[in-house]
C-alpha cells in the first residue's frame, strides 16, 4: 500500500519555539493518528483525530485535519529537548480498524 | 505499566537461522494483531494481520514462507524469521488490538550475522 508523505523531512529548532510538521495521505480513512518514536525505541501513541474532526489538543500538542486536501499538521507549541525525536503520521483507513499505514516521518530536533 | 510486551528485546542470529519474536498483550485480549518492519531511518512498513485462530493475512511482497505468523491465543502471536539472511536485519514491531484498544509493543531488534 503507498505510505503517506510527511514534510518536513528533517526540522531543527531552538528550545521554546514551535514545531510544525505536515502529512498528506491518499486514501479515505476513519482516523489519522501520531506517534512519536525515540532513536531505536518504539512508537509512543500521541495524539487520534477522527475523520469527522478537524482540530484537536492534547497538552502542548495540536492536531488538525483537513480530509478535502487529505493532509494533517502536528503543531507542538514550546518546544523542549527532550521532544527531540521523529514523528510519524499513521492513518486508519478501511474496514479494518487498526490496520495502520505510516507515513515517512519527520525528524525533529531541539536544540536547548 | 506497558500493555504490550515482546521478547526478545534484541536478538543476534547466524545466517541461515531461524529466530522467534513473541508479542503478547499483557492486561487485555488481543483478537488481532498487527506486525511492522522498519529499517534504519526508515517508516514502519506493516508485514501482515493476524486474526485470534485463523492464518495471517500477509501484505504484498512479504514473503508468508519466510516470515511465520502464530496467533494460537488472544495474548500471544509469534513471528519466526525462518532462514534469517542479514537483510532481514530490522526493527520488528507488533501492535495488539482488542476490546477497543490498540497498543505497540516495544519492538525487537534483530541483527543477522
Known amino acids: 500500500s503507498q505510505q503517506g508523505e510527511e514534510d518536513p523531512q528533517a526540522l531543527s529548532i531552538q528550545e521554546g519555539e514551535n514545531a510544525t510538521m505536515n502529512c498528506s495521505y491518499k486514501?479515505?480513512?476513519?482516523?489519522l493518528q501520531w506517534y512519536r518514536q525515540n532513536s531505536g525505541r518504539g512508537l509512543v501513541h500521541l495524539i487520534l483525530?477522527?475523520?469527522?474532526?478537524r482540530e484537536k489538543h492534547s497538552g502542548r500538542l495540536r492536531v488538525t485535519l483537513d480530509t478535502s486536501k487529505k493532509s494533517s499538521s502536528l503543531l507542538i507549541t514550546a518546544s523542549r529537548a527532550a521532544d527531540t525525536a521523529s514523528y510519524f503520521c499513521a492513518t486508519d483507513r478501511g474496514t479494518s480498524y487498526g490496520k495502520l499505514t505510516f507515513g515517512q516521518g519527520t525528524i525533529l530536533t531541539v536544540h536547548p | 505499566g506497558a500493555v504490550v510486551s515482546q521478547h526478545p528485546s534484541w536478538v543476534i542470529c547466524k545466517s541461515g537461522t531461524s529466530v522467534k519474536i513473541e508479542c503478547r498483550s499483557l492486561d487485555f485480549q488481543a483478537t488481532t494483531m498487527f506486525w511492522y518492519r522498519q529499517f534504519p531511518k526508515q517508516s514502519l512498513m506493516l508485514m501482515a494481520t493476524s486474526n485470534e485462530g485463523s492464518k495471517a493475512t500477509y501484505e504484498q511482497g512479504v514473503e508468508k514462507d519466510k516470515f511465520l505468523i502464530n496467533h494460537a491465543s488472544l495474548t500471544l502471536s509469534t513471528l519466526t524469521v525462518t532462514s534469517a539472511h542479514p537483510e532481514d536485519s530490522s526493527f520488528y514491531i507488533c501492535s495488539a488490538r482488542g476490546q477497543g484498544r490498540q497498543y505497540f509493543g516495544p519492538g525487537t531488534r534483530l541483527t543477522v550475522t
Open positions: 486514501t479515505s480513512i476513519n482516523n
Open positions: 483525530i477522527r475523520s469527522n474532526e
